[in-house]
């Protein structure tokens, strides 16, 4: 019963300061628990999977997890794999040749849904939640939310800049122990301006 209540306090907490910048914000409808329905964060309610799609329910990701899901928007559905190796150079030379290791992707969503959610994360940024992160250039488009995890809050920022085509840049981060959804989103849209300046800089892969 306790943790159903934090979880519930996160929700409407984040609601507030979403109404407050009069963003459509959730908002709880306090009232007599009804004890044959799944309280906050269990799955099978319709609660439970709303408190999911929020961020606010059992499912964890990490910040790596999220930018691939964020490439995929970009990438018309296909989740890119990471990969660290980028090229390599012989000892006592100065040119670097490029990796040409097959880079594969995974479809996670249909192009139509990724459309959709590239529609979706530009007007959270032009006018709506992640508005700070503009400031970083009209090409950006993200979305910035809080988490929680026992008593401490998180803010959270995923986004993406396009370079044309289906090429972009995707960020995740998260700031521990604070709930400025401004802050993460300025600092998130400045990563992503200053990363597309210095990819666009680079000369054309053969």
């Known amino acids: 019963a306790d943790e159903a209540a934090v979880d519930l306090d996160a929700v409407e907490l984040e609601g507030a300061q979403m109404r407050k910048r009069g963003i459509a914000g959730p908002e709880i409808v306090h009232g007599d628990p009804d004890p044959e329905r799944p309280q906050a964060g269990e799955h099978g309610g319709d609660q439970g999977e709303g408190e999911d799609a929020f961020g606010q329910g059992q499912i964890n990701f990490t910040p790596l997890e999220m930018a691939s899901i964020v490439a995929a928007i970009i990438n018309g559905g296909n989740a890119p794999q990471p990969y660290l190796l980028i ?102 849209g400045e990563a992503l301006r200053v990363a597309s300046l210095a990819l666009a800089a680079q000369p054309p892969s053969n």
Request: aromatic share 8%; proline share 5%; charged share 15%.
């Open 87 to 188: 090229g390599t150079r012989e000892p006592g030379t100065e040119a670097w040749t490029p990796a040409s290791a097959v880079r594969q992707s995974h479809p996670i969503t249909t192009p139509q849904t990724a459309r959709q959610m590239q529609t979706m994360m530009r007007g959270a940024v032009e006018n709506g939640v992640a508005w700070a992160a503009i400031r970083g250039g009209p090409n950006i488009a993200g979305y910035s939310a809080l988490a929680y995890s026992g008593e401490s809050t998180h803010v959270w920022f995923v986004g993406f800049a396009y370079l044309g085509a289906r090429d972009g840049v995707a960020i995740a981060l998260v700031i521990e122990d604070s709930d400025d959804l401004d802050l993460a989103a300025s600092i998130g």
